[in-house]
């Protein structure tokens, strides 16, 4: 008697990435909406010849197990329409979350996020986690890419966008360093009195807006074209030296502006 090896089928996973089956979706949106076609006709507007081949099959599979396509009835495939919702949606932030559903869509997939939430490990160890699911060493091998390829596509461990640290910093009021103004003159500054520092600025009208108090020092509102605003925000006591520092950041500002429009 001759003994009968019957080979071992490994569990369903895509063989496809998300970003590849995603865009072969889109493209069979493109020549039939959200219309159910026949097999042959949407393997055909993947860019398959047929689907009587073993590539069509297998990204047909992909996109159904992505949740892309949907089988009304035998012999027939539609576009779901989380794939029109993604590509029309004018919002970043909820085209990935619709990503993030198309990944989670894959029974394997969505065991192995929660198995790694903290971030994914090393290939060999995803591997060895797989074949203990029961894949060959060959589809295991294979799932991984595809498995990886596709959280890095849907951005899944990504952190939120965090501001940068110019922007932050320009938010801040600037502080002037008392010793530095110390150093660079050797008498004692005078103060300059606040109400004369406002008289002599040709963009501030006298009594047109009040000073609101804010903190040691007063802010001042400058209004600007449109309907807009500026604040000065000057600290007290305000010396001679700061007067100066003061004006030479705003001519920097001016100056930038000028080559900005040249």
Known sequence: MSAVLTRKKSPRAPSISLDEALDRALKAYGKERLHAAPTEVVAQNLGYKSANNGAALSALASLRYYGLVERPKDGVLAITKDVESYMFSPSDEHKQSLLIVFLKKPAIFAELLVQYESGLPSDANIRYELIQRGFSPNAAASAVTVFRKSVDFAGFFSPPQAISEEVAMSSEVPQVDSKELHSTHSSQPQPV???????????????????????????????????RRAWLVIPAPFYEADKVRLKAQIDLLLTQDEEDET
């Open 193 to 227: 009195e606040q109400s004369t520092v406002a008289a002599r600025s040709p963009s501030i009208a006298k009594n047109s807006m009040p000073v609101v108090p804010m903190g040691d020092g007063d802010q001042i509102p400058i209004r600007l074209h449109g309907g």
